[in-house]
């Protein structure tokens, strides 16, 4: 089993973190996105997507995407639980996920990748070229990040964690959604206090550091 992972990309992280929490050691096989190596011939037939993360199997099977490397190894090591331990649990953490996913990542991937010059003519993931930046996405994305923050502020003054009192993928996707979205210098609202506090609970997790 090897995982393609990139050091520098928030996916990848999202799923290292994952992989600490749990204890679990993969190899790691280096993909510079940076320096266009998703877009090499070799890595094409691992992923036609072009983009890390990657889990490759044994058997030569290829599984994309983020959540759905989680979910293979949330069920080889169901402990400790990070996607919910009963139905109720994890339709909980389902719905702070997709929430942290489409309302947070997905947003401040309209931020990053319109408003930096590094992806200039690449606004999509996976695209060589020829997706040209966007400025008014960057500038809706900002506003949709506000609303974020303050739905997570109002959840996590109720919760310890976004799906409640246990740590779970959940968290993992807002906290590296925060990270992301400061490669375009938008931080966390002073006014979020809850948002803080929670920011560096996470932070102190050796998780973080994967
Ligand atoms: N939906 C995919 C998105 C993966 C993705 O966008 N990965 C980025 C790195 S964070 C990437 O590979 N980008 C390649 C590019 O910029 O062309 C997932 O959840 O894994």
């Known amino acids: 089993m090897k995982l393609y992972d990139f050091k520098l990309a928030p996916n990848p992280k999202r799923v290292r973190m994952f992989l600490a929490e749990k204890g679990i ?29 990657v889990l490759e199997l044994d058997d030569s099977t290829c599984i994309a995407e983020t959540v759905a490397i989680c979910r293979y190894f949330e069920a080889l090591q169901p ?24 309302e947070g990542f997905m947003v401040a991937g309209d931020v990053v990748r319109n408003a930096l010059p590094m992806f200039a003519d690449r606004g999509v993931p996976g695209l060589p070229s020829g997706v040209p930046q966007i400025p008014a996405l960057a500038e809706r994305g900002k506003a949709g990040m506000r609303r974020f923050f303050d739905k997570i502020d109002a959840r996590l003054g109720e919760t310890r964690f976004l799906a409640g009192d246990a740590f779970t993928i959940a968290d993992i996707t807002a906290y590296i959604t925060i990270e992301f979205v400061k490669r375009a210098e938008v931080e966390v609202p002073e006014a979020c206090g809850n948002v803080r506090r929670w920011v560096e609970d ?9």
Do not use: H, Y
């Open 202 to 210: 996470i932070a102190a997790r050796p998780s973080t550091s994967a």
């Open 25 to 53: 050691e993969v190899p790691l096989v280096q993909v510079n996105t940076r320096e266009r190596e998703q877009f090499s011939d070799w890595f094409r037939k691992v992923n036609p997507g072009c983009t890390v993360p």
């Open 79 to 102: 402990e400790p639980p990070l996607m919910g331990r009963d139905a109720k649990d994890q339709g909980v953490v389902e719905m702070w996920n997709r929430r942290a996913e489409i």
